[in-house]
C-alpha cells in the first residue's frame, strides 16, 4: 500500500504558492498576470482545504473547494472579459495605465 503524503508537506507547499501569487500580485503590472496569481492564490487554498479534509477525515473541504473552483471559474470568464473591452478601448493591458473608473 502506497503511503499517504503528510499533511504538513500540503501545507508546506500551499503556503508557497499562496507566497508565490501574492508576491507576484503585487508585483506585476499586466493585468492577465495578476489574474493568474490570484487563481495561483486560490488553488493554494484549495490545496490547504483538501489537506485538512483529509487529515479530519470529512468531505466539507472537498465541498468547499467545488464552491471556490466555481466562483474562481466565474470570475475568470468575468476578468477576462474586463481586459478584453479595456485593451479594446485603451490598447493595453498595464494595470497603471487603466483609469477608466476615475472621475
Known sequence: ????IPTGYCLFLSAILFTIGVVGFLTRR?????FMC???MLNAVNLSFIAFARRLGSLDGQ???LFVITVAAAEVAVGLS???ALFRKRKTVDVDQIDLMKW
Open 1 to 4: 500500500m502506497m503511503e499517504a
Open 38 to 40: 490570484i487563481e495561483i
Open 30 to 34: 499586466n493585468a492577465v498576470l495578476v
Open 63 to 65: 465541498v468547499a473547494v
Open 82 to 84: 474586463i481586459i478584453v
